[in-house]
């Protein structure tokens, strides 16, 4: 029987009522189980592509790969990223790149997400700037693209498309991952603003972001798990570009400007997620405070089984192991031979960061444990029943 009509007939027979519906309600959270997610789409940068910008734009080469895949895997990491092992963890296979037209199967999720790509469209070429011109505006396009597509292909009769594709419902059940952020920050320190004028960016950017997740809702979506920025002054591809005077070196060796304005970031886009919930009464939307797990990671490498928390794994020189125009994977001319300079180092198992821009799969999966279980986010649910 179901609990109303319990309530009512104890409460109409003047019984315990108050113990029944205590009992009730207990039964009522055990019931909110598991969720089943179907699917998986997720938006982002590099922190989460598994394969968008190789497809586009050339393979991440080895030693990219190496650890997990064995081979270059269109990932910035020795290995898995922290999708993947969300994707592992809800039973669903690791996700293909939307771009990648190679061999990919979309029938559990799609990923959107190109490294280097920003929220707020660029205007710089890659070759310019770096940044990748597929920003989540253009990742929201993709994705409409492909759920009134993959439908239409399906709904064609028998053929091998069918498998390769999400069924309808997926795209109302699936869980709508977001990682992105990190690049809008860089943009602006790299051209050269301020503190205070890259802050003064970031309500535009927010404005973006918050529309791509409306049109999402508007199209079905109702989970979202959106992870905040990390300390991107932790990471030597900025050290190294950006000049910093000591006293902007925090403890741990990390560019606290950088940092601010990656918390400053973090708390806006918090508002933004009180705001979305609010704007948006059926979507179940879980924060999940990636900075501070990342900035422990590193504060307390040691601690954690990590060594040399700023120093890239692969990576050529200088006091970080990095050097922009020799990246992990490139190649040097010395004496008129090619050289293969990025070469991880002896044991990435240890290292926290992989190529001076992105983490190594061990600190990747380091961060998903903690994670994981809801303690970082806010509602502080597990992912697992993220759609409650
Ligand atoms: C696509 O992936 C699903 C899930 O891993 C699998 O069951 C299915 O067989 C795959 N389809 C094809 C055609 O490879
Ligand atoms: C690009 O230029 C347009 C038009 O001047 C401007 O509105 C927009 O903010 C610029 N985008 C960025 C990321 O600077
Ligand atoms: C930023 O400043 C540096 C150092 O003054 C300069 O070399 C670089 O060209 C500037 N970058 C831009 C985009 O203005
Ligand atoms: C880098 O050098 C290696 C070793 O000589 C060579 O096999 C590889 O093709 C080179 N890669 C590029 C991109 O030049």
Not at 68 to 94: E, K, M, N
Not at 287 to 312: C, M, N
Request: charged share 20%.
């Amino acid at each position: 029987m179901e609990c109303s009509k319990l309530k009512l007939l104890l409460f109409l027979a003047m019984a315990s009522t108050l113990v029944v519906v205590s009992m009730c309600e207990k039964t009522a959270m055990k019931n909110k189980g598991e969720c089943t997610f179907p699917a998986i789409f997720n938006f982002g940068d590099s922190n989460s592509d598994t394969g968008g910008f190789s497809a586009t734009f050339g393979q991440a080469r080895l030693p990219h790969g190496e650890t997990f895949f064995h081979s270059p895997a269109g990932r910035y990491c020795d290995g898995r990223l922290v999708i993947d092992f969300i994707a592992q963890s809800l039973g669903l296979p690791y996700l293909h790149g939307y771009l990648d037209a190679i061999g990919s199967n979309f029938s559990h999720g799609a990923n959107f997400a190109t490294a280097g790509s920003t929220v707020r469209p660029q205007n710089t070429t890659l070759h310019q700037s770096g940044f990748s011109p597929i920003s989540l505006n253009i990742q929201f396009y993709e994705f409409n693209d492909f759920h009134q597509r993959s439908q239409i292909i399906r709904n064609k009769g028998n053929s091998v498309f069918k498998e390769l594709l999400p069924k309808g419902d997926y795209f109302s059940k699936a869980l709508y991952t977001f990682d992105i952020g990190q690049n809008d920050i860089t943009a602006g320190f790299f051209l050269n603003m301020s503190t205070d004028e890259v802050k003064a960016t970031i309500p535009d950017v927010l404005d973006q972001f918050t529309t791509v997740v409306k049109d999402i809702y508007e199209q079905g979506g109702r989970y979202f798990w959106i992870h905040n920025t990390g300390p991107v002054g932790c990471l030597p591809y900025v050290m190294d570009r950006v000049l910093i005077t000591a006293g902007q070196v925090d403890k741990v060796g990390c560019g606290s400007p950088f940092n601010k304005v990656a918390q400053f970031f973090n708390q806006k886009l918090k508002e933004v997620v009180v705001y979305l919930r609010k704007k948006l009464a059926h979507a179940v939307i879980t924060y999940v405070d990636v900075y501070s797990v990342k900035y422990d990671l590193i504060s307390h490498a040691t601690k954690h089984g990590f060594e040399h928390p700023l120093r890239a794994c692969c990576g050529h020189g200088g006091k970080y192991n990095y050097n922009m125009h020799i990246s992990c994977g490139g190649n040097v001319t010395i004496k008129g031979k090619h050289v293969l300079v990025g070469k991880a180092c002896k044991d990435p198992s240890v290292a926290i960061n992989w190529d001076g821009v992105h983490y190594t799969e061990a600190a990747n999966k380091w961060v998903f444990d903690r994670i994981v279980d809801g303690s970082y986010s806010d509602p502080p649910t597990p992912l697992k029943m993220a759609c409650h």
